[in-house]
């Protein structure tokens, strides 16, 4: 099993749509969580730390739940310029280190 | 722009040739990292640095790649007698801590002949 899975995609939405992705963790150690979007042949880029509670940046929402070990990407009225490739990051303690591990991404298409 | 920078933006080589990559982190990040990425993949962990030190390194880091980081500023990665194997794109990340968020260069992009 790997320690970060995401649904690979593609995910092609109309333009407005609502759109959630998920990413599971294997290690329930994990303690930091980010959304990282990658445009093609370009580098990741942070779209948003998740945080326990929750938390929200636009039209963007992060969840956490720890139970489950999982994390979701809520994107709510979908632009063009949203169509990448969505990178779950888990942050592993390891001794005195954190390992960072990223999935495979989820990509995104939206349609006009 | 004080982000991340990485030289040179692309390579060509042939198999065999040695190549080295430059990284610039942000200037107070302590952690710095190497990853490389294949097409349709996230991005994999070669190694990284706190400072100067190099605190771990990935199985996928043959004994044909060494990184530096000698005064725990900038870093390089060489990869010797090179392999197709080793075509990717190769990403430097700083941060200032390992929990929190890490910034991406624009990565270096090895092509072998």
């Known amino acids: 099993r790997k320690e970060v899975e995401q649904d690979p995609g593609p995910f092609n939405v109309p333009e407005g749509a609502t759109v959630a992705f998920n990413c599971t963790y294997s290690?329930?150690?994990?303690?930091?969580f980010f959304w990282y979007r990658q445009d093609c042949r370009k580098e990741p880029k942070l779209l948003m730390s998740?945080?326990?509670s929750g938390n929200e940046d636009g039209r963007f929402t992060a969840q956490l739940n720890r139970a489950s070990q999982y994390i979701s990407l809520l994107i709510r009225d979908s632009k063009l310029s949203d169509s990448a490739t969505y990178l779950c990051?888990?942050?592993?303690?390891?001794?005195?280190?954190?390992?960072?591990?990223f999935g495979s991404g989820t990509r995104l298409s939206i349609r006009p | 722009d004080t982000g991340v920078s990485q030289d040179p933006r692309h390579k060509i080589t042939k198999r065999g040739q040695n190549v080295t990559f430059r990284c610039d982190p942000i200037?107070?990040?302590?952690?710095l990292y190497w990853y490389r990425q294949t097409l349709g993949q996230g991005p994999e962990f070669l190694t990284y640095?706190?400072?100067?030190?190099?605190?771990?390194k990935s199985r996928l880091l043959s004994d044909r790649f060494s990184a530096e980081r000698p005064k725990g500023s900038f870093s390089t990665l060489e990869i010797q007698r090179t392999e197709q194997g080793d075509s990717a794109m190769y990403l430097c990340?700083?941060?200032?801590?390992?929990?929190?968020?890490?910034?991406f260069g624009d990565g270096t992009r090895l092509s072998i002949l």
């Open positions: 998740v945080y326990s």
């Open positions: 640095f706190q400072n100067e030190a190099q605190l771990e």
């Open positions: 990340a700083s941060s200032p801590s390992g929990n929190q968020p890490q910034h």
């Open positions: 990051v888990v942050g592993v303690p390891q001794s005195s280190a954190s390992k960072i591990i």
């Open positions: 200037s107070e990040h302590n952690r």
């Open positions: 290690n329930s150690a994990s303690q930091s």
